[in-house]
């Protein structure tokens, strides 16, 4: 029998659009529940997987190829993203990094930032939204330059290169996940957002061959 586990749901006011699409309002936001699930255990799953030509058994090595492709998928945004506003760059298969592209290194992302949940303009329009008015209350910042803040928000790369840039916005998103009533609409993006510069803050310079010199 699946385990019972229990699993807490939090749900997202949405946009109600007229015919020709112009949003016009907001559905009412719904209260946060939490549901006991059947949850399969890792012995259970190998129970299923003792059976590899059962449809259960493709269904749980889907699921895990989906980890990859989307591994795959997100170290594939993050090169296009670094091309900026280059016309001639492109992407290829090359700029994959397999070391990468294991169970035991994907395994080793934090959730908030393996990317499996799929996010929409939307919700970062509503992530911008609340930051700005959160942080200019919480530090007491002028508003252009919680703006400044967005703008990286919405090109990372412009900051990867600049560790001290990384470092202050990854404080400030630390201040806005602790300040921010709205954690539950809006903290999987913060989350995203912060974890990609933590992780290029903490990066290890590349190291120079002097023979090149």
Do not use: C
């Not at 949850?39 to 190998?46: H, P, V």
């Not at 994907?106 to 992530?127: C, K, M, N, V």
């Amino acid at each position: 029998m699946p385990t019972t586990k229990t699993q807490k749901f939090n749900f997202k006011s949405r946009s109600i659009r007229d015919e020709a699409g112009n949003v016009i309002g907001k559905s009412k936001k719904q209260p946060s529940i939490e549901v006991a699930l059947p949850l399969l255990s890792a012995d259970e799953i190998a129970v299923y997987l003792a059976a590899p030509d059962t449809k259960e058994a493709q269904l749980i090595v889907d699921a895990v190829a989906r980890l990859y492709i989307d591994n795959a998928r997100e170290q594939f945004d993050e090169v296009i993203e670094s091309f900026g506003d280059d016309q001639e760059k492109e992407v290829s298969a090359q700029h994959l990094d397999y070391s990468k592209l294991t169970l035991e290194f994907i395994a080793s992302i934090p959730p908030t930032q393996r990317g499996a949940a799929a996010l929409t303009e939307e919700d970062f329009a509503a992530f911008f939204e609340d930051y700005l008015a959160v942080m200019v209350a919480a530090t007491g910042k002028e508003a252009v330059k919680i703006t400044n803040h967005i703008n990286l928000f919405k090109k990372p790369t412009k900051a990867k290169a600049n560790k001290e840039v990384l470092a202050l916005l990854v404080e400030n998103l630390d201040i806005y996940m602790a300040s921010s009533a709205n954690m539950e609409e809006n903290g999987l993006v913060a989350n995203r957002i912060r974890d990609k510069f933590d992780r290029w803050m903490k990066a290890d310079e590349p190291a120079m061959n002097l023979d090149l010199l």
